[in-house]
């Protein structure tokens, strides 16, 4: 299957811990990016990455690092976990389409837990 | 700056009638415009987008949506909803891309549609 996946789909831990959730794309798409979906279900990008390159870095925590190995895997990882990190994180992956315009395609997300 | 104003927290429709999700947009440049779905513990599915070619848009299980640049909105509506058709629905702006190689979207609150028998 062509798709965004992200594994883990759920992850609890206890506060102060340090985690990682991973992401990869087999469209061949050269840009990815991180959102963060609240309890109230509101989206907001964190960060994107275009070949491997940061390009997009919201207003987010040091806590939070993003790593992109390749242009296939956009990694997140948070350190010393809080509360209020709980969320829903998506991963997605973009092209290109005529006059400059783009495509988002969204993985599974994945449901973070902070006790 | 853009933003992206969904009118109604939650919609809820008898099966076999009309939907209409209703969205207005602000957007400084000309914009990108998408509506997604999210079902219930799922991801982000992209229903239909308007990137400036027809202004009349047709997408995904007979979701269709309609760019209205006088009224700054973008309306999501199905002639007959379905009960597979309940799940959170969001309209999303993006601006004709200034960063190179990245597209930023800009989310609304959501639409929560609710189907009954």
């Known amino acids: 299957d062509t798709a965004v996946s992200q594994t883990p789909k759920y992850l609890v831990t206890q506060m102060g811990n340090d985690k990682s959730i991973k992401c990869e794309q087999n469209?061949?798409?050269?840009?990815m990016y991180w959102y963060k979906q609240d309890s109230k279900k509101f989206l907001k990008i964190m960060f994107s990455y275009n070949n491997k390159e940061l390009i997009i870095n919201e207003t987010v925590p040091n806590r939070f690092s993003p790593k992109s190995p390749d242009k296939a895997h956009l990694n997140l990882h948070i350190n010393s976990l809080e509360l209020g990190d709980s969320a829903v994180y998506f991963c997605?992956?973009?092209?290109?389409?005529?006059?400059?315009?783009?495509?988002?395609?969204f993985g599974p997300g994945t449901r973070l837990t902070v006790t | 700056a853009q933003s992206v104003t969904q009118l109604d927290s939650h919609v809820s429709v008898s099966e076999g009638t009309p939907v209409l999700l209703r969205c207005n947009y602000s957007?400084?440049?000309?914009?990108?415009l998408f509506w997604y779905v999210q079902h219930p513990n799922k991801g982000l599915q992209l229903l239909l987008k308007y990137t400036s070619a027809a202004t009349l848009v047709k997408g995904i299980n007979g979701f269709e949506a309609e760019f209205k640049k006088s009224e700054t909105s973008f309306h999501l509506t199905k002639p007959s909803a379905h009960m597979s058709d309940a799940a959170e629905y969001f309209c999303v702006v993006s601006e004709r891309q200034r960063i190179q190689g990245a597209q930023k979207l800009v989310f609304g609150q959501g639409t929560r549609l609710t189907i009954n028998p």
């Open positions: 957007s400084s440049y000309s914009p990108s």
């Open positions: 469209l061949g798409h050269d840009t």
């Open positions: 997605a992956s973009s092209h290109e389409l005529a006059g400059g315009r783009y495509e988002q395609y």
